[in-house]
């Protein structure tokens, strides 16, 4: 599976400091946020994208997530760099691992395929004015055996509506390949499969039309620039207001047509470029002030493509790919986030994503994640900074959400 961190990066540039949203620290939110968003568009918008993919090891074709190989987590073999803070999770949800705390108790994970789960984390997303949630479909979700997947969206659908938030599938093209699949008919399938989940009023729709997000066009080459032609077109046919996640450098495939997907990004409804790992705290302000100011928002605003902006805390995928650096300052005690929050809500883009809301794999969770203090020592992890809330991120989200509403009410 191709790892969304880290796709490009660009060199290191000046710092500047931005103040503006909740300090890092800042006291929970005392009154609730929760009144029903307006599902009918998505201007002025602050979506997560909800993974939901984290099982219990062993179930569910072993689909877990938690591990990189083994059927349980075990010391060197755990696929997370990050572990959820389980405070108020329903304790069935939860099981043991063999990994210590400094108190000498067990570290827990949740499966995600118990109700409880989906519902305390849409809950939160409410508590914290949050718009909602982009589930991640990857391609060998559909038609998954036992359907442990498809039972996580629906839970996402009843707890979507209970708690007034917006939700949306993002089919997600990792697993994809035109060579071995018709992609464009497993999708349409797919979506008739799902239609009540599709005509919940709590799925969001914009123009008139139910949203659709396909991620990784361009990203994953196994599918053809012919055949994102045939996805996105017959996708619009059927009546979805489509947006696909490209790579950052969008703008010089679709000038150069270097590979032939320029033509897919110009059929889009709208364009979200993945920023992740294109940039980190020293050198963020000059990206936002330049690729980000004149392609995401005024080339694509050129070509009439609505356009969304990706923000992220900072990551680590180090458990998961060893290769890859142990980075515990890439967060800058919510500086980083902080800054690109204030850069996205300027540009005004149609909605801000959140990437990602409970990504612990690549270590951009922005929920509740254990302290320092509280890391297993048994491990690497990377934890949330000592004085920090457990919820500064989610927070920090909220206020933006805030922010971006208030620019386009
Ligand atoms: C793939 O499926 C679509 C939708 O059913 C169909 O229109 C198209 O012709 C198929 N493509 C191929 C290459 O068979
Ligand atoms: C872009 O490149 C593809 C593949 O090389 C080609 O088929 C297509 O005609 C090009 N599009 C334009 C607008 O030049």
């Known amino acids: 599976m191709q790892s969304r961190f880290f796709l490009s990066a660009i060199g290191a540039l000046v710092l500047q400091s931005i103040q503006g949203l909740a300090a890092p620290g800042s006291h929970p939110k005392q009154q609730s946020r929760a009144t029903a968003i307006d599902t009918s568009t998505l201007n002025g918008k602050f979506f997560v994208g909800y993974q939901a993919w984290f099982r219990k090891p062993g179930e569910d074709n072993g689909n877990s997530h938690w591990t990189t190989d083994r059927p349980s987590p075990e010391v060197g073999h755990v696929g997370v760099d990050t572990i959820p803070d389980v405070t108020g999770y329903p304790q069935e949800c939860l099981f043991d691992t063999p990994f210590i705390k400094p108190d000498g108790s067990a570290a827990q994970f949740y499966t995600n395929d118990c109700e409880g789960v989906v519902d305390l984390h849409f809950k939160m997303m409410a508590d914290h004015g949050i718009s909602g949630a982009f589930l991640q479909r990857f391609y060998g979700y559909i038609n998954e055996a036992n359907g442990g997947w498809d039972k996580i969206l629906r839970f996402s659908k009843t707890a979507a509506e209970k708690y007034g938030r917006g939700f949306v599938i993002e089919y997600d093209l990792n697993g994809a390949a035109t060579s071995s699949s018709n992609i464009t008919a497993t999708y349409l399938a797919d979506l008739a499969a799902l239609s009540d989940i599709i005509s919940s009023s709590a799925y969001m729709r914009h123009n008139g039309k139910p949203v659709i997000e396909i991620w990784g066009m361009g990203i994953v080459t196994s599918v053809t620039p012919a055949d994102g032609i045939a996805i996105v077109t017959a996708l619009k046919r059927a009546g979805y207001y489509v947006i696909l996640g490209v790579q950052q450098a969008w703008h010089a495939e ?156």
């Open 254 to 409: 679709l000038v150069e047509n270097q590979t032939g997907y320029g033509d897919v990004f110009k059929l889009a409804d709208m364009l979200q470029p993945w920023t992740v790992g294109s940039y980190d705290n020293d050198n963020y302000q000059d990206f936002h002030d330049g690729r980000q100011a004149a392609e995401d928002k005024n080339a694509l605003a050129e070509l009439g493509i609505d356009s969304s902006i990706v923000v992220w805390p900072g990551g680590d995928n180090h458990n998961s790919n060893p290769s890859s650096p142990f980075n515990p300052d890439s967060r800058a005690h919510g500086d980083f986030y902080r800054k690109q929050l204030v850069g996205a809500v300027d540009l005004k883009p149609t909605f801000i994503f959140g990437a990602m809301f409970d990504e612990n794999n690549e270590g951009t969770a922005i929920y509740p994640i254990l302290h320092n203090k509280d890391l297993p020592t048994n491990q690497q992890f990377l934890g949330l900074d000592d004085d920090m809330a457990a919820d500064a991120y989610l927070t920090m989200a909220g206020d933006a959400a805030d922010k971006i509403a208030a620019a386009w009410a």
